[in-house]
């Protein structure tokens, strides 16, 4: 996508007040933006998850800027301060510990409550895990599902991998290195261990290693380490293969149902539960009964 420089903003000598969404690097501290670290020595306070990260983050920058916890625990009741300061004109950036906020981190009610009291919310872009991993794992790319973290119980996350085993879509998880075997094994179970995948860590720094494989053979090989790797963990899964119904199953519900309801409630049944056109399914049941007549 091409993008165009603007000449006045670029030069602008003042932040107009706002809540600043500032993107901070997931690993190499190189990938953090001319903008984000202007904004950050423009604002008036800095929101974070933890005030130690992001303090030492600020240091390696040269910058100093009060620093305000906002976290799952504090994130309404921090939201009440920010909306009284945005109100009296100041500046305000939010941050993550890494990364882009808000994506598997704190942030989403505090921008949904600055947008509904009428504050400017401003998003300035950066290093996502999710867009390099994506990047990177050769698996593709115009359709994907963010899921983010999967439940920590096997039946829990073996049910949550159900729901959405038939989307068409590369999947992409996070993953704690902990439970990346366990995550796998029932991955193997619910989605096939035929479908490709990519397991992405440490993106941008020093040991940075991204491996594509079949699953079950990610399944073994992390299940068999002597033990979890270390860092940072996305996993990506490549679509299923779409199951298409052949004529003959549907001309066969369709008789089933229409042994005991009328051609219009047949239709509309069966429709429903094979995810078909209302209409389309309709003229097939129609079809039939005068076919078989």
Known sequence: MQGSQDDESSKQATLPPALYVVATPIGHLGDMSLRALWTL????????????VTGGLLHHYGLKKPLLSCHDHN????????????????????VSDAGTPLISDPG???VRACRQAGHAV???PGASAVLTALASSGLPTDRFLFVGFLPVKTKARQQALKEIADVQATLVFYESAQRLAATLTDMVAVLSG?????????????????????????????GEADAPPKGEIVILVEAGEEQMLSDEAIDQALREALKT?????AAASVAAA????????YQKALNLVENDA
Not at 41 to 47: C, I, R, Y
Not at 275 to 280: N, P
Request: hydrophobic share 50%; proline share 1%; aromatic share 2%.
């Open 41 to 52: 020595s423009q604002v008036d306070a800095v929101l974070c998850e933890d005030t130690r």
């Open 75 to 94: 994130e309404a009741s921090r939201s009440l301060e920010v909306m009284a300061r945005l109100a009296a004109g100041e500046r305000l950036a939010l």
């Open 108 to 110: 989403f009610r505090l």
């Open 122 to 124: 401003i998003a300035l």
């Open 194 to 222: 035929t479908r490709r995948a990519t397991i992405a860590r440490e993106l941008t720094k020093l040991h940075e290693d991204v491996v594509t494989a079949p699953l079950a053979e990610l399944a073994a090989r992390y």
């Open 261 to 265: 309801l009328s051609v219009r409630d």
């Open 274 to 281: 094979l995810g078909l056109k209302k209409t389309a399914t």
